[in-house]
């Protein structure tokens, strides 16, 4: 969104209302158009010194959307304010002598994310895991047994964000022999 002021010359003496006729131009990419979101009165201004201060009777201030371009290239719109109203009449129209015209540049829109270095992780890291919706914490014995034993060498239930994941660890084989060996000696 754009606001942009225009400053008329010295022979528009009267009070006007800004009705706006765009000539658009679009030099190297295509834009569906301007949207107008507002304007004001015509209000006359005057530079009488070299600063920057400007003594403002009458002036146009022009508040423009720009619609940007789905290839994300640069768009540049040409406008030119060709007519305005009178104050007090719908119907009369005065052609300016000298149009000013409004130049808009658009450049192509970037993303900056930010990223965070957490460590370095030492060989090859693998997670395995199955995303279920069985592992509700009201579930019975009959749905999942996994779930309601929650015996860490079976399974980790882990609760993100509302979806249950069920965290399937692998026994090596040495886990086992020891685990048996264990059950023969009792």
């Known amino acids: 969104m754009f606001t942009v002021m225009i400053f008329s010359s010295e022979e528009m003496t009267h009070k006007f209302l800004l009705f ?51 290839s994300g290239g640069e768009a540049s719109i040409v406008a030119e304010l060709v007519e305005v109203e009178e104050e007090n ?12 015209v409004i130049t808009v540049n658009k450049s ?40 309601e034993r929650g015996r860490r060498s079976t399974a980790n239930i882990l609760k993100l964000n509302g979806d249950m994941l069920l965290v399937l660890k692998q026994r090596n084989k040495e886990q086992r022999r020891g685990r048996k060996e264990e059950k023969k000696e009792k």
């Open 108 to 147: 192509a829109a970037y993303a900056l994310y930010e990223i965070t270095y957490i460590r370095d992780v030492p060989y090859k890291p693998e997670e395995y895991f199955v995303k279920t919706r069985k592992c509700e914490p009201d579930a019975s014995a009959k749905i999942v047994k996994i779930c």
């Open 89 to 100: 009449s719908t119907q009369k129209m005065q052609t300016i002598r000298t149009p000013p």
């Open 20 to 70: 706006l006729l765009f000539a658009l131009s679009l030099p190297l990419s295509s834009v569906d158009g301007v949207e107008i979101l507002s304007k004001s009165r015509l209000e006359r201004c005057e530079k009488v010194s070299e600063s920057d201060n400007l003594i403002c009777e009458k002036k146009i201030v022009v508040n423009l959307a720009v619609p940007s371009g789905s």
